[in-house]
Nanobody, 121 residues
Framework: QVQLVESGGGLVQAGGSLRLSCTAS????????MGWYRQAPGKQRELVAA???????GYADSVKGRFTISRDNAKNTVYLQMNTLKPEDTAVYYC???????????????WGQGTQVTVSS
């Protein structure tokens, strides 16, 4: 069974930092793009940051300069370093990845179960 497992969420004061991790486990042939999304109460899920298999990155305007996405392809893991956190960053953060399970299979999109990040003012 293939799954994405996030960790690293928690409660932090405004101005603080957290580092989220997401590891893909199971029988995986290849992982293409990976990313982090978040969903605050009463709001739609939004893309926070994304990274290609080659390491190219993209960020939402609201987190540019504060968040950094990275990945370790050998560990099938993506990270999100979050600095200078603000109360408006409070949300459930979800990991997302396009993965192929076999050499000739198509890439499919997978989601993690989410991890709560709460930033107090």
């Amino acid at each position: 069974q293939v799954q994405l497992v996030e960790s690293g969420g928690g409660l932090v004061q405004a101005g603080g930092s957290l580092r989220l991790s997401c590891t893909a486990s199971g029988s995986i042939f290849s992982i293409n793009g990976m990313g982090w999304y978040r969903q605050a109460p009463g709001k739609q899920r939004e893309l926070v940051a994304a990274i290609t298999s080659g390491g190219s990155t993209g960020y939402a305007d609201s987190v540019k300069g504060r968040f950094t996405i990275s990945r370790d392809n050998a560990k099938n893991t993506v990270y999100l370093q979050m600095n200078t956190l603000k109360p408006e960053d409070t949300a459930v953060y979800y990991c997302n990845a396009d993965m192929a399970l076999y050499r000739l299979s198509v890439f499919k999109n997978y989601w993690g179960q989410g991890t709560q990040v709460t930033v107090s003012s």
